[in-house]
């Protein structure tokens, strides 16, 4: 039993990890990962972290090899996946350098594959994690960061940000955040019976709010300056997730097939 990270070398901190080694790019049947994996011990637990675009950042969200990525961490014995991810906010109260811990998304992607086989017919009602999420807002809260339990997340196509009135018309469906790679990763952690928790930094208002338009800048800039509130949340939230409990995300197949 191991735990997957995903989102990056950056947001851990090596020195909480012992017995780190480098895992060669994995190759699978749906490609090759998006890079090396790096593997080490967090107290006494087994952890595995993969770069979601690639330590030279060389995959777009639209062309991240998610299948591949998944495939290799259920593969190494992962079976709860936490990621790490940029999102726009959606509402004033969102506000920069605030956490969400994702418990919705509304889909409009529109070029990825969204399962391994495309022979089963899973429920994604729930889609993250509840237990994981609850677990997460119990250690923020420890930590006095500010955080959201819930949040309704637009996942987009990408790599471009949103026009003014497409950010305006994601605002009236009552969404809270914006992204560009929830989907497919965690419909697939889930086809891979992966228990999947999304810890979503705010890093920008989108495109809607007057005069504070998004850009890559500001979020790679956004990103940095609380990338230490990143990894201190993982560090202490690791160690209280029992990777060998089985939630119903870990049995997310019975009854699915075609």
Same mark, same amino acid.
């Given at each position: ?47 595995? +972290? ?16 998610? /299948?591949?990525?998944?495939? #290799? ?38 070029? /990825? ?19 994981? /999420?609850?677990?997460? &807002? ?21 790599? /471009? ?13 009552? &969404? ?22 999304? +810890? ?16 890559? &800048? ?33 049995? #997310? ?6």
């Amino acid at each position: 039993m191991a735990i997957g990270i995903i989102g990056g070398s950056g947001v851990y901190d090596p020195k909480v990890l012992e017995n780190i080694t480098t895992l060669p790019i994995q190759k699978t049947p749906y490609g090759k990962t998006s890079d090396k994996i790096t593997k080490g011990i967090m107290n006494g637990k087994e952890v595995y +972290i993969i770069p979601r675009h690639g330590s030279n950042h060389e995959y777009s969200p639209n062309t991240v090899p998610y /299948r591949a990525n998944i495939h #290799a961490l259920k593969e190494l014995g992962v079976t709860k996946i936490i990621t790490v991810s940029a999102v726009g906010s959606l509402k004033q109260e969102y506000k920069p350098g605030d956490f969400v811990f994702t418990d919705q998304f509304i889909d409009r992607t529109t070029k /990825r594959n969204q399962s391994f086989t495309g022979k089963v017919h899973i429920s994604v009602a729930e889609p993250f994690c509840p237990d994981l /999420r609850k677990k997460a &807002a119990e250690v923020a809260s420890k930590l006095n960061l500010e955080f959201h339990e819930k949040g309704v997340c637009v996942v987009i196509e990408g790599p /471009r940000f949103s026009t003014i009135a497409e950010s305006n018309v994601y605002r009236t469906w009552n &969404a809270d955040i914006i992204n560009m790679t929830l989907v497919p990763e965690v419909v697939l952690a889930r086809e891979a019976e992966i228990c999947y928790l999304n +810890i979503a930094m705010v890093t920008d208002y989108d495109s809607w709010k007057k005069d504070n338009h998004v850009s890559h &800048a500001e979020v790679l800039k956004t990103m940095k300056n609380n990338m230490d509130k990143v990894r201190e949340l993982l560090t202490n939230l690791i160690p209280e997730i029992d990777d060998e409990y089985v939630c119903s995300c870990n049995t #997310a197949l019975k009854g699915s097939e075609m």
